[in-house]
């Protein structure tokens, strides 16, 4: 019988060192929520969470929640739960997910952190549209579930050049929050507790940034399947302490591998950029799958979207605005290619996957002509496969699996 | 012992296809079966059948590939396994010497593969999800329609009022059969539509560069589907020999390019012969 090899992603020990960090971090919300203690927000994933910080606030993110349904494979099973209520299956699965979750009563922190019982019940609720207008209906939604507020910034689309202008209307949104955040809170924002929050999350920027950037090195230390997991603190801890450290000594492993000559794949013979979500509960299938084929997927725009060079702490509101603007999400698709075939130099990248994921839009950037025509100014080959984020039903792995094999194939052969 | 031979197996989803070539990459023997579900003796029931019809025995393999959604399931150890759109790619390759579009409509997928001059893949597409425009599809509504999949051809041959399908779903487009037959739609006209939606949908997945091949078992029974297809291209589309066997035939090319024959000759269990 003709086995199929197995390749592991090779572990990389920090590892350890985030579990125990994100553990602090769930027990710490938990407690907010418990003892009341703090205030609970929940944001989403790149609302104004340093404004929250600095107010005191202990923050969620639905966003990693749901991701979290999703690479633990129980999404599947949730979503119908939403879908019953009137959320249709073509909308975001992490909101789906997530609100099945609730009406179900499940979460996977109670599995993985004993002692804590379900998320925890916020007292606010803080959107951003940037990403998308599905944020502002998941936390609508929970707004009229608990009878708790929901604000938010409603952010400019398509944004090609980000203005001036652009800048002016989100700083006044994000200051017409400030006053409602602080009667929940029941204090003052302290201004200099939000430079400092500015001025944490932008150090968490650089040093995520260098931690992706290791992946310039051939063969690469890290793949976009272990970058999917070690974002975490970067999503839900940047503006603190915790994430800085913890990304010091991530960076520290992976230059060491660089010095040792060691790749995440034994010997990389194809690099490769991935365009769009990530499949959460297929992240451990397709990091085999590219390591058999002695291919790595090394840089995506997903996990580049937590680099936030205009955070300054000599004007945290304005610079939180152009951040928030800067994001790829946000942005014009002119922007978007010459982002993306940038991204292809600096990592010299010999195929782009784009992830058409049927229940995010936005994160898909090929239904517009996007990949045909990086193709035809870079000549790098791109293939497009269909899948989703969370909702496994819109998967065919033999299908995905086929297309990505003749894709390297296709690679190695026309070298 | 005999002239060594170079053995591509293709085990799709529904067909499991063999083909057996020489040194000179002339189709000496092939066969075709249903792959049922036990893909490795069906795949060993083909090769044996191949083999013979090639005058040959297992012992005059000199090396084979094995492709399809079974290709890890072949039951005996190949040198290599390839993609199917890898070995339609070769097959290409090797008969075509100018840039060509590949539409291969399979039991379960169509592909669109495009070469450039060289024979290199210049790009390629599968189809998404849904069936529509694959062989499962004209399967299904042969069903419906009660009528035998071998006698589709020549019925919409006989259409005088061909009956356009819209859905591209193949659940709606059964729909709108039952909504044709009620009407008093003749069968052959429906059928005709039928053919005419497979190509449609086909057609639509990609744009087309160059000559225009088609490749599949559905081609291969339903030649009018070429000649429809034709048509709608502007261009006479290229039905080439064998062409439910084009991918078989790139797997024994790939085979036939290895040059050091690590032969599956000692792997293949005996008596797993039972098709
Ligand atoms: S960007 Fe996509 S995945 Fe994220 S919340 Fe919006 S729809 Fe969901």
């Given at each position: 019988?003709?086995?199929?090899?197995?390749?592991?992603r090779?572990?990389i020990?920090a590892a350890?060192?985030m579990?125990?960090?994100?553990?602090?971090?769930?027990?710490?919300?938990?407690?907010?929520?418990?003892?009341?203690?703090?205030?609970?927000?929940?944001c989403t994933s790149v609302g104004p969470a340093e404004?929250?910080?600095?107010?005191?606030?202990?923050?969620?993110f639905?966003e990693n929640?749901a991701a979290?349904?999703g690479a633990?494979?129980?999404?599947?099973?949730?979503?119908?739960?939403?879908?019953?209520?009137?959320?249709?299956?073509?909308?975001?699965?992490y909101?789906?997910?997530?609100?099945?979750?609730?009406?179900?009563?499940?979460?996977?922190?109670?599995?993985?952190?004993?002692?804590?019982?379900?998320?925890?019940?916020?007292?606010?609720?803080?959107?951003n549209?940037n990403q998308c207008?599905?944020v502002?209906?998941?936390?609508?939604?929970?707004?009229?579930?608990?009878?708790?507020?929901?604000?938010?910034?409603?952010s400019?689309k398509n944004v090609d050049e980000v203005?001036?202008?652009?800048?002016?209307?989100?700083?006044?949104?994000?200051?017409?929050?400030?006053?409602?955040?602080?009667?929940?809170?029941?204090?003052?924002?302290?201004?200099?507790?939000?430079?400092?929050?500015a001025?944490l999350a932008r150090e968490c920027t650089e040093l995520w940034k260098q931690v992706l950037e290791t992946a310039i090195a051939s063969p690469s230390p890290i793949t976009f399947f272990d970058e999917t997991i070690h974002m975490a603190p970067a999503v839900v801890l940047r503006g603190t302490?915790?994430a800085i450290?913890y990304y010091k000594v991530l960076l520290?492993e992976l230059e060491?591998r660089i010095?040792?000559?060691?790749g995440a794949v034994?010997?990389e013979?194809s690099r490769i950029y991935w365009e769009g979500m990530p499949v959460w509960?297929?992240l451990?299938?397709h990091s085999?799958?590219f390591?058999?084929?002695?291919s790595t997927v090394l840089a995506s725009t997903y996990c580049s979207s937590w680099i936030f060079p205009s955070f300054d702490?000599?004007?945290?509101?304005?610079s939180m605005a152009k951040a928030y603007l800067e994001l790829f999400i946000v942005r014009s698709d002119r922007y978007k290619e010459k982002y993306i075939k940038g991204m292809i130099e600096k990592f010299r990248i010999d195929g782009i996957i784009y992830h058409d994921a049927?229940?995010c839009p936005y994160n898909s950037n090929s239904r517009?002509?996007l990949p045909?025509r990086v193709e035809?100014d870079t000549?790098i080959?791109s293939l497009v496969i269909?899948g989703?984020l969370?909702?496994?039903?819109?998967?065919?792995?033999?299908?995905?699996?086929?297309?990505?094999?003749?894709?390297?194939?296709?690679?190695?052969?026309?070298? | 012992?005999?002239?060594?031979?170079?053995?591509?197996?293709?085990?799709?989803?529904?067909?499991?296809?063999?083909?057996?070539?020489?040194?000179?990459?002339?189709?000496?023997?092939?066969?075709?079966?249903?792959?049922?579900?036990?893909?490795?003796?069906?795949?060993?029931?083909?090769?044996?059948?191949?083999?013979?019809?090639?005058?040959?025995?297992?012992?005059?393999?000199?090396?084979?590939?094995?492709?399809?959604?079974?290709?890890?399931?072949?039951?005996?150890?190949?040198?290599?396994?390839?993609?199917?759109?890898?070995?339609?790619?070769?097959?290409?390759?090797?008969?075509?010497?100018?840039?060509?579009?590949?539409?291969?409509?399979?039991?379960?997928?169509?592909?669109?593969?495009?070469?450039?001059?060289?024979?290199?893949?210049?790009?390629?597409?599968?189809?998404?999800?849904?069936?529509?425009?694959?062989?499962?599809?004209?399967?299904?509504?042969?069903?419906?329609?009660?009528?035998?999949?071998?006698?589709?051809?020549?019925?919409?041959?006989?259409?005088?009022?061909?009956?356009?399908?819209?859905?591209?779903?193949?659940?709606?487009?059964?729909?709108?059969?039952?909504?044709?037959?009620?009407?008093?739609?003749?069968?052959?006209?429906?059928?005709?539509?039928?053919?005419?939606?497979?190509?449609?949908?086909?057609?639509?997945?990609?744009?087309?560069?160059?000559?225009?091949?088609?490749?599949?078992?559905?081609?291969?029974?339903?030649?009018?589907?070429?000649?429809?297809?034709?048509?709608?291209?502007?261009?006479?589309?290229?039905?080439?020999?064998?062409?439910?066997?084009?991918?078989?035939?790139?797997?024994?090319?790939?085979?036939?390019?290895?040059?050091?024959?690590?032969?599956?000759?000692?792997?293949?269990?005996?008596?797993?012969?039972?098709?």
């Open positions: 019988m003709a086995e199929e090899k197995k390749a592991t090779k572990k020990h350890d060192l579990n125990k960090i994100m553990a602090d971090y769930f027990y710490g919300l938990n407690e907010a929520a418990t003892t009341g203690k703090r205030k609970v927000a929940w404004l929250l910080q600095a107010l005191g606030f202990a923050v969620h639905p929640h979290m349904l633990t494979r129980t999404s599947t099973d949730l979503i119908p739960a939403a879908n019953a209520i009137g959320y249709s299956p073509d909308i975001c699965s909101l789906t997910a997530d609100i099945g979750a609730y009406l179900k009563g499940f979460t996977p922190l109670a599995k993985a952190y004993p002692g804590i019982q379900s998320v925890p019940k916020p007292d606010v609720l803080v959107y549209t207008r599905d502002q209906d998941w936390m609508a939604w929970y707004s009229r579930k608990l009878g708790v507020p929901s604000i938010g910034v409603t400019p203005t001036d202008a652009h800048i002016d209307d989100v700083t006044r949104q994000i200051e017409a929050l400030i006053p409602t955040l602080e009667g929940i809170a029941g204090v003052k924002l302290d201004m200099d507790r939000l430079r400092e929050a001025s302490q915790q450290d520290a060491q010095r040792d000559g060691v034994d010997g013979s509960g297929r451990r299938q085999e799958l390591a058999n084929l002695k702490w000599n004007d945290p509101i304005r049927k229940t517009y002509g045909g035809a000549g080959p269909s989703d969370n909702d496994l039903r819109l998967i065919s792995d033999e299908q995905t699996k086929t297309n990505i094999e003749a894709f390297i194939e296709q690679i190695a052969e026309g070298r | 012992m005999s002239t060594p031979v170079f053995v591509g197996l293709d085990i799709g989803s529904s067909r499991t296809k063999v083909a057996v070539i020489g040194a000179d990459r002339q189709v000496l023997g092939h066969a075709v079966r249903k792959s049922g579900t036990d893909f490795s003796a069906t795949a060993a029931a083909c090769l044996d059948e191949s083999l013979e019809m090639a005058g040959t025995r297992r012992d005059g393999i000199a090396h084979a590939v094995s492709t399809g959604y079974g290709r890890a399931n072949v039951g005996f150890v190949t040198a290599e396994s390839k993609t199917e759109i890898g070995c339609l790619s070769r097959w290409g390759r090797d008969r075509f010497h100018e840039a060509v579009t590949i539409i291969d409509i399979g039991g379960q997928d169509n592909k669109v593969i495009k070469l450039d001059g060289d024979g290199r893949r210049a790009s390629f597409k599968m189809n998404r999800k849904c069936a529509a425009g694959t062989g499962a599809f004209l399967e299904e509504m042969s069903l419906r329609l009660d009528i035998p999949l071998e006698a589709m051809d020549a019925l919409a041959r006989q259409s005088l009022e061909m009956v356009k399908l819209g859905s591209y779903c193949t659940v709606f487009s059964a729909t709108e059969v039952l909504e044709n037959i009620r009407h008093g739609k003749k069968v052959p006209d429906i059928v005709k539509g039928l053919f005419y939606s497979v190509v449609k949908r086909v057609l639509e997945m990609d744009s087309h560069a160059g000559r225009v091949v088609m490749t599949g078992g559905v081609v291969a029974h339903n030649p009018y589907i070429v000649e429809m297809a034709g048509e709608m291209v502007g261009q006479p589309v290229i039905l080439p020999e064998y062409p439910q066997l084009a991918g078989a035939i790139g797997a024994s090319l790939y085979a036939l390019d290895e040059t050091d024959p690590v032969g599956i000759r000692n792997n293949i269990p005996a008596g797993e012969t039972n098709g």
